[in-house]
Each structure stands twice: as C-alpha cells, then as structure tokens.
C-alpha cells in the first residue's frame, strides 16, 4: 500500500507564507510524478503545482500561483513540499498531495496514483 501524509496547513494572514509538506511511504519501485491540488468550497479540484519525474519532465504551476508558490522535492525521503508566498485570501482551501507511481505488487509492478487527506489553508486577517 501506498500512503502519503500531509502537514503544514494552518491559518495565516493575507501576505503571510506557509509551508506544505507531504511524505509518501510504502512499496514503492520509483515515484513518476509529485504535486499539490487545491479545492476551494464550492469549486472543483485544481492543480497547483506538479513536477513530472521521468525523462523529459519538467515543472508545471497554476497561473495563479506562478512567482509566490514553489514546489521541491527530497527524493531521499520520499518527500514533496509546497512553499506558499505572498498568500492571498483566494488561495484558501483544502490542499491535497499527489503522486504518480509505480508500486511493487507480488512479483510485479503495477502504476497508481494516490492522494494524501487534505489539509486545511485559510488566508484571512
């Protein structure tokens, strides 16, 4: 099994910054791709940030976030965090980690895709 872990939501003030982290665990072969989706109350689920991690890949951001969101990763520790900047009332809402992998399973593998629990960010003063 697959499992990530979320942390560093919380509450800030309208230019204020936080920090999301997400560990991911388990039988795991290699790690494709790593990112933050948010949802906001009443909206659809909307990509923040992703890095691809095979050949080629590279690193995708939301318009909206581009310049004050910076996503990173430590593959050692199977880590990927969201460093939040200049936050804005609008960047309130749930935010979900996301993984693309491939897992081990039996003699095989076989190619998932997960999501962490959520964790709550709300921008207001």
């Known amino acids: 099994q697959v499992q990530l872990v979320e942390s560093g939501g919380g509450l800030v003030q309208?230019?204020?910054s936080l920090r999301l982290s997400c560990g991911v665990s388990g039988s795991i072969?290699?790690?494709n791709a790593m990112?933050?989706?948010r949802q906001a109350p009443g909206k659809q689920r909307e990509l923040v940030a992703r890095?691809?991690?095979t050949s080629g890949g590279g690193t995708n951001y939301a318009d909206s976030v581009k310049g004050r969101f910076i996503i990173s990763r430590d593959n050692a520790m199977k880590m990927v965090y969201l460093q939040?900047?200049?936050l804005k009332p609008e960047d309130t809402a749930v935010y979900y980690c996301n993984v693309d992998v491939v897992q081990y399973v039996g003699w095989g593998e076989r190619a998932g895709t997960y999501w962490g629990q959520g964790t709550q960010v709300t921008v207001s003063s």
């Open 29 to 31: 072969s290699r790690i």
């Open 51 to 53: 890095m691809t991690l």
């Open 84 to 86: 939040m900047l200049s």
């Open 14 to 16: 309208p230019g204020g």
């Open 35 to 37: 990112g933050w989706y």
